[in-house]
């Protein structure tokens, strides 16, 4: 058979639109029905009034968005969340290199190290947030006993009673869960830099934090601009933490927190709806801001 | 003998590092575990104690028991409510699981080989809806499952989960296919193989570790999803464990011992996962960060 007549044959035959089609047709009908017009329909009913309890889904245009804006919960719920993106986006990223950087170096056991670092990541978020629960309890937490036993405290301490010990806290269960991710990401990154980069280096007379900086950080600042976007995104949508170790309270509510009172609890559908749009414009305009930035300073030319 | 100690200091550094970061992945862990098998008056103590000093079995079988006594006094055992919401976790997640990497399989397929108008559209889309948030699209899905009355069932529950994994789990298989040489599939082809065929029984195969690790990580996400069974699962019906054990924690007094057990049992599962298939896992996390 010649090379003329295999293209011939494999050239698109014409049931392969129909096949193509017929193969995609259950992702088309679930994504469109359970995400895209659910997306629209959210926007769309952020302008108009939604609430089981009232008569009527009147147009009241950019109202519910007026509305957030003066409501000093949304405030509170803002400000938390900035903190956790914050907070979790620094300790992901310092702990997770470290991490990454240590388990580069590892020869024997790595798959087992591996198996230790990603197991956080895989439990139920909510349980891990249990766990923690018991270890900040006031009376018999781990926490407290373990700082009174090496005599860095003197009496128990009620975290929860500080708003921003709470925040940390509550950031800290988050990061226990998150690293793992921010570490995989940039130990792929670290094993696709070629070794003799590093031996060329050194016969440069380049010490360890010069190779560092001159040669790991801006061949892994890919995936760190990965990393730190998938950081700050989970960072934004925190809710199983915050909802299991303290409740709806205020001290630690999470935007989120707030779309499922406003949407579930208080039942005002559009106003949740309105919220939880600003909070994904927010989202997604952080990441890429800073996935921008990050390309833009840690690019070599 | 100055590079001699530096070599030892170094290594003394490396075995430190490692050290910590087990105990900063096992330790809460561990203390879950131990706090399951304590002695409720052990538990209450001021002494710090890293093992069990009278170990028991008391919160498990308070879990599994028929009947249950806490405090001294007969209660009602948690065991038909904590069966329930295991086999619902279960049902839910595996259901997920299969749908998802079904339509994942087939799917990524056709966007890698098979050409049909609109298909990087569809695949662009589908991929920027990792983007979307969760909650954004919670309420309209929650008006569309109250009127098509999918409320508290496992279908209803089980379609949100696949249209939540399903984007993931495609950018996966895609990756898959596109590593997969196109060679194999064109001599089947030309020994008159049809498409879905040479699919089934040649490419799938071939693909079988990525779609393992496409299966570990959907079946990972369902199996510790929250938000979605606290809202589309308001009875014991479909509900979770995920939902189930932090009402251990809400009644009057918080009974540690026994949500310490349950979180233990919730855990299994995945640390399964990780001990046996753990390859897979890791190299499936990389596939869906990086690519």
């Not at chain 1, 010649?2 to 129909?18: C, F």
């Not at chain 2, 509900?239 to 855990?267: Q, W």
Request: net charge positive; hydrophobic share 55%.
């Amino acid at each position: 058979m010649n090379l003329a007549s295999i293209r011939q044959r494999l050239r698109p035959v014409a049931g392969e639109t129909w096949l193509g089609l017929a193969y995609v047709l259950p992702i088309i009908l679930v994504m469109a029905s359970l995400v895209f017009v659910p997306l629209v329909t959210t926007v769309i009913d952020s302008l108009y009034r939604i609430d089981p309890m009232r008569p009527g889904t009147p147009f009241i245009g950019v109202l519910n968005y007026k509305n957030l804006a003066a409501d000093s919960n949304v405030q509170h719920a803002t400000w938390n969340t900035l903190v956790y993106v914050v907070l979790a986006v620094l300790l992901e990223t310092a702990g997770g290199l470290a991490a990454a950087l240590l388990l580069n170096k590892v020869r024997r056991g790595r798959q087992w190290l591996l198996a230790v670092l990603v197991l956080p990541w895989c439990l139920p978020p909510v349980v891990n947030a249990l766990v923690w629960l018991w270890i900040y309890n006031p009376s018999y937490g781990l926490l407290n006993n373990l700082l009174k036993a090496v005599g860095l405290l003197d009496n128990n301490v009620v975290w929860f009673n500080d708003h921003n010990t709470a925040l940390l806290l509550v950031a800290l269960v988050h990061v226990w869960r998150m690293l793992p991710l921010t570490a995989i990401i940039l130990l792929a990154a670290l094993q696709a830099i070629p070794a003799d980069l590093y031996e060329a280096a050194k016969l440069d007379g380049a010490g360890r934090i010069k190779c560092f900086r001159m040669i790991t950080l801006p061949l892994i600042a890919g995936g760190l601009a990965i990393a730190l976007s998938q950081s700050t995104v989970f960072a934004f949508n925190l809710f199983d933490e915050a909802w299991i170790l303290n409740g709806s309270s205020l001290d630690t509510r999470s935007l989120i927190i707030q779309v499922y009172m406003s949407a579930f609890q208080n039942l005002k559908f559009s106003y949740g709806m309105a919220l939880s749009v600003l909070a994904m414009i927010a989202s997604l305009v952080v990441s890429l801001v800073y996935v921008l930035k990050v390309y833009r300073e840690t690019r070599f030319d | 003998m100055r590079k001699l100690t530096l070599h030892y200091l170094g290594r003394a550094g490396f075995a430190l590092a490692v050290l910590v970061l087990l105990l900063w992945s096992l330790g809460p862990v561990y203390w879950a575990v131990l706090t399951s098998f304590t002695d409720p008056r052990d538990m209450l103590s001021e002494h710090l104690s890293l093992w069990p000093q009278h170990p028991t079995l008391e919160h498990f079988a308070k879990l599994f028991g028929a009947s249950s006594a806490s405090q001294g006094n007969e209660v009602q055992s948690v065991w038909p409510q904590f069966s329930r919401a295991f086999v619902n976790s279960l049902v839910t997640s595996a259901a997920a699981t299969l749908v998802t990497l079904a339509a994942a399989a087939f799917g990524g397929y056709a966007f890698v080989r098979l050409r049909f108008p609109g298909r990087d559209l569809l695949f662009g889309l589908v991929v920027a809806s990792m983007a979307v948030p969760a909650y954004t699209v919670m309420i309209p899905l929650y008006r569309l499952m109250i009127s098509l009355h999918l409320i508290d069932t496992y279908l209803g529950v089980t379609l949100i989960y696949v249209s939540a994994f399903l984007p993931l789990a495609l950018w996966l298989m895609r990756s898959v296919y596109q590593s997969l040489p196109v060679a194999l599939e064109e001599a089947a082809w030309l020994d008159g193989a049809g498409r879905t065929y040479t699919l089934v029984r040649i490419v799938l195969p071939l693909a079988a570790p990525g779609l393992i690790a496409t299966a570990i990580l959907t079946f990972l996400s369902a199996w510790g999803q929250f938000m979605v069974p606290l809202v589309f699962s308001p009875s014991l019906a479909t509900k979770s464990l995920t939902v189930l054990i932090p009402e251990f924690v809400t009644r009057n007094y918080v009974d540690y011992g026994l949500m310490n057990a349950a979180g233990v049992v919730a855990m299994l599962p995945p640390v399964l996962l990780v001990i046996f298939l753990n390859r897979f896992l890791v190299r499936g996390l990389i596939a869906g960060a990086t690519k």
